[in-house]
């Protein structure tokens, strides 16, 4: 199984950047494709971002497009999220999420979560 630990969430105005970092536990991070799911106050969990196991597909949700980058270093046991010009629409607890060893990141289906890190955009 996999152990998910995010930071890097925190306060941020409107405009500006965060990057959020997951690092898994275990020997075998490149067998998972990787993702991110939000959840705002009242809300579902949505999905956001994947990747698949050596980076080399990635999937946005619409509304992140163009703003939000996901990226892994396979050496590091890490996923990242770099968002830029935050919305005070992308406030939410960003989940770090691992999909099923093997599995395609084309119909992501997330198997493990961490814990989540709050990011909140001021306007």
Do not use: H
């Not at 409107?14 to 991070?29: D, I, M, P, Q």
């Not at 999220?81 to 406030?91: I, R």
């Not at 989940?95 to 084309?106: F, Q």
Request: proline share 2%; hydrophobic share 35%.
């Amino acid at each position: 199984q996999v152990q998910l630990v995010e930071s890097g969430g925190g306060l941020v105005q409107a405009g500006g950047s965060l990057r959020l970092s997951c690092v898994a536990s275990g020997r075998t991070f490149s067998n998972y494709p990787m993702g991110w799911f939000g959840q705002a106050p009242g809300k579902e969990r949505e999905f956001v971002a994947a990747i698949s196991r050596f980076g080399a597909s990635t999937y946005y949700t619409d509304s992140v497009k163009g703003r939000f980058t996901i990226s892994r270093d396979n050496t590091k046991n890490t996923v990242y999220l770099q968002m830029n010009s935050l919305k005070a629409e992308d406030t939410a607890v960003y989940y770090c999420t691992a999909a099923g060893a093997y599995a395609s990141a084309v119909q992501y289906e997330p198997v493990y979560w961490g814990q989540g890190t709050q990011v909140t955009v001021s306007s």
